[in-house]
Each structure stands twice: as C-alpha cells, then as structure tokens.
C-alpha cells in the first residue's frame, strides 16, 4: 500500500506565503506524476499544479507566477510553493502522486493524500 502525507497548510493573510509537502511511502516502485489539486467549499476539486518525473510543470492559470512546484525524487516528496495568497485560494488542498507500487505493475495507480486546509484571510 502507498500513502501519501500532506503538511504545511494554515492561516495566512493575503499577499502571505505557504509551502505544502507531501511525502509519498509505502510499496513503491517509481512514481511518474506528481500534483496539487485543491477544493473550494461548494466547488469541484480542481488541478492547481502538476510535475512529471522529469521535471516538467504544469500550473492552473490562476496561480500562474505565485505558485510553485517542485519534488525530490530521493525523497518521494512534492512540494508546493505559494507566495502572493488570495482569498480565493482558500481550499483543502490534495496531493497526487501516479505510483508503479511493485515491478510487475505496468500502469500506475493513482493516490491521494487525505488533504490539508489553507485559508487565506485577514
């Protein structure tokens, strides 16, 4: 089994910073994708930002140039970056990781964290 364990939310004002971790442990074989999503109350859970094994980035037009991702391949850990918060990003945020969990596994699965809250507020 893989877990997948988040950290790093909180309260912050607008304009504040946070960095979010996960860490990815368990049967692992190798993990191709990486990602942020989160979900706003109300709303669907969407892709905040996205990194392959590679290093290739992908972000949500909203956080373009405020946010940040990046991963430490030794360490099976993602990490996002966010400087210049708004209110509206204020949601729980999930990790996502694409996992080979054993050799024989030709395809990866998919696992979530079990998602931390940022709440971006005066």
């Known amino acids: 089994q893989v877990q997948l364990v988040e950290s790093g939310g909180g309260l912050v004002q607008p304009g504040g910073s946070l960095r979010l971790s996960c860490a990815a442990s368990?049967?692992?074989?190798?993990?191709?994708?990486m990602g942020w999503y989160r979900q706003a109350p109300g709303k669907q859970r969407e892709l905040v930002a996205a990194?392959?094994?590679?290093?290739?980035?992908n972000y949500a037009d909203s956080v373009k140039g405020r946010f940040t991702i990046s991963r430490d391949n030794a360490k099976n850990t993602v990490y996002l970056q966010m400087n210049s918060l708004k209110p509206e990003d204020t949601a729980i945020y999930y990790c996502n990781a694409l996992v080979r969990p054993t050799i024989i596994h030709v395809k990866p699965d998919t696992y979530w964290g079990q998602g931390t809250q940022v709440t971006v507020s005066s």
């Open positions: 368990g049967s692992i074989f190798s993990i191709n994708a």
């Open positions: 990194i392959s094994s590679g290093g290739s980035t």
